[in-house]
């Protein structure tokens, strides 16, 4: 057994006592850090697997979530019950775990099924990517072959941050989200609040721009960008903005609405809705990157943020 086989399977070992740990943790901030401990595991065995972009996707989507989770979890400490409380008895525990290895069964008899080679659109895409100007596979085809499911991705996340909206009272709405946060401005998070945010945004600038021909993207730069402007209102530094704003509300449907004008435009100088002409797609794609990671760091932003609270 080589080295890195043996480093893989202990990786493997270490996912699923993870997994297992979260799952059995009687206490909810437990269970919320080994879940953030659990996907940042998962990001590591992606690496392992060639897929940097996922990985990268993982780690950033696991750190926004655990800072949610763990939002959540300190608001529920207060009516959480002792560990004696109430639980779940045994046979419904017992039910749960035998559906939960029935459904893994079925999925690893599913992927051990598969034809050796996989069926793949590999070659497919391989053939065509140059139309698309762009060195990375992963880009060109969320932002060429599976273009409208990219667009309704984000649509989806709009919409997901109006529901959060309208769980504002009427007194409010239009009010800054989450309550206003204040932190010993001589302390640990101040300090990182004022040393992060520049570094973080310069990298989340570089992994936006390099997601054209290497590992990276509007997804995940947008997601570190995020997770910087709510380090910084965390800290109390700065303060959410009213979401009454019309500047902020602009932003928040630039990435669908310059990702539509485009996709419109295929219509008259393509072939079709979402069809980039051959001499301008990788100005086109790139222009639907800048408007999607602005509204990305937004959204993702004001989703943590929570619901308006505060009158502005």
Do not use: C
């Not at 497919?124 to 060109?140: D, F, H, Q, R």
């Amino acid at each position: 057994m080589t080295i890195a086989a043996a480093l893989e399977i202990a990786l493997a070992m270490l996912v699923l006592g993870m997994a297992a740990w979260t799952i059995a943790a009687r206490e909810t901030f437990a269970a919320v850090v080994g879940f953030v401990a659990y996907g940042l595991l998962l990001a590591l065995v992606w690496v392992r697997l060639d897929a940097v972009d996922v990985a990268l996707t993982e780690a950033a989507i696991g750190g926004l979530s655990g800072i949610l989770l763990v939002g959540a979890a300190a608001r529920l400490r207060a009516s959480e019950t002792p560990a004696v409380a109430e639980s779940p008895d045994g046979m419904l525990r017992v039910g749960a775990a035998v559906l939960a290895t029935i459904v893994a069964a079925a999925l690893a008899a599913g992927v051990l099924a598969l034809p050796d080679p996989a069926p793949a659109l590999a070659p497919a895409v391989a053939a065509n990517i140059a139309a698309t100007g762009l060195g990375n596979p992963v880009t060109s085809v969320l932002m060429a072959f599976r273009a409208m499911d990219t667009l309704l991705e984000k649509v989806v996340l709009l919409l997901a941050l109006v529901g959060v909206w309208s769980l504002a009272p009427d007194r409010v709405w239009g009010g800054r989200p989450g309550p206003r946060h204040q932190a010993d401005p001589l302390g640990v998070l101040a300090f990182l609040a004022r040393l992060l945010p520049p570094v973080g945004i310069v990298v989340g600038i570089y992994i936006f721009w390099v997601g054209a021909d290497h590992p990276g993207g509007a997804f995940q730069g947008g997601t570190i960008l995020a997770a910087m402007w709510l380090l910084v209102m965390t800290a109390g530094l700065t303060d959410a903005p009213p979401v009454r704003l019309r500047w902020l509300r602009l932003v928040l449907i630039a990435g669908p609405a310059v990702f539509l004008v485009v996709g419109l435009a295929g219509l008259w100088l393509g072939d079709g809705f979402l069809s980039y002409p051959v001499a301008y797609a990788k100005l086109l794609i790139v222009t639907i990157e800048v408007a999607m990671t602005l509204t990305i760091a937004v959204t993702l932003g004001l989703l943590l943020a929570g619901a308006p609270e505060r009158s502005a």
